[in-house]
């Protein structure tokens, strides 16, 4: 039965599609993404409130808390409806101060998909995101050494599906010489729109292409811009930034975060929006050049 969230579906993977309005996870974790959340019971809601919303494409990864969003994933959802799907990533930790150090050693890895096995409750990941670049951009150079770790463990059965986060084109092909890529999940927005021909590309291979921080890196100017579209519209600027992410390429998977029930219904109902031609003209004159 085709989905009525906005966008529909996608075929994240021969063996299964997610819907397009998808759910991050990152925000369920106390304050910046550390710790416990104050209101647990309320982020159990939140989690399963978009799956009663019909979304099956929950984005989450261990080192959020750490540990802490996929456990909450985990007593909320757990055992886990069939077509759901959680997509998580590993190549960082977290340390005592909060920061996020690099972690893509071949022991780390391993370790990371156990936990990610461990607190998510399951025997297999459905997708697996490499993450190897900084905050919003690609790091230029190799991911081989750390993306066969993660093609072992796919061939040995823990991990079902691989993609990539903060990446490049040429990174994106050395991955796939070593093992199939369904998804590519990197920082995109009207306003900052570097990985345009690398979306389309993605498009023309069947890849998914998962933006995030949609109201990221905006400039005061982009923002009171996307604001007055917004209004005109009659519209939030997050449900316009949503739409026009949801127009711009049927590839494109959405994974907005919230940690209240009032949000998620807006971005879903807000992600519905249509966007008329000279709306759409005029956002795409705001990105960064």
Known sequence: M???????????????????????AMQLAGPHVFGPPADYDGAVAVLREAVGLGITHIDTSDF?????????????????????????????????????PVALAPEQ?????????????????DVVNLRVGGFSSPTP???????????????????KHLGLSTVNAEQLAEAQSIAPVVCVQNFYNI???????????LAEQGIAYVPYFPLGGFTPLQSDTLSQVAARLGATPMSVALAWLLQRSPNILLIPGTSTLEH???NVAGAALHLPADAVAELDKIAVS
Request: aromatic share 8%; hydrophobic share 40%.
């Open 2 to 24: 085709p989905s009525t969230l906005p966008g529909g579906t996608y075929p994240l993977a021969d063996d299964f599609a997610v819907t397009r309005m998808g759910y991050g």
């Open 64 to 100: 959020y808390g750490p540990h802490v969003t996929n456990q909450i994933i985990k007593a909320a959802l757990h055992p886990y409806a069939d077509d759901l799907r959680i997509v998580t990533k590993v190549g960082a930790l977290r340390d005592a101060e909060g920061g996020w």
């Open 109 to 125: 890895l391993r370790q990371a998909v156990r936990d990610n096995l461990s607190n998510l409750g399951v025997d297999a990941l």
């Open 141 to 159: 150079g190799s991911l081989a050494e750390p993306f066969t770790v993660l093609a072992e463990l796919r061939r040995d059965g823990l991990i």
């Open 191 to 201: 306003a900052n729109r570097a990985d345009d021909a690398f979306i389309d590309s």
């Open 264 to 266: 998620l219904r807006a």
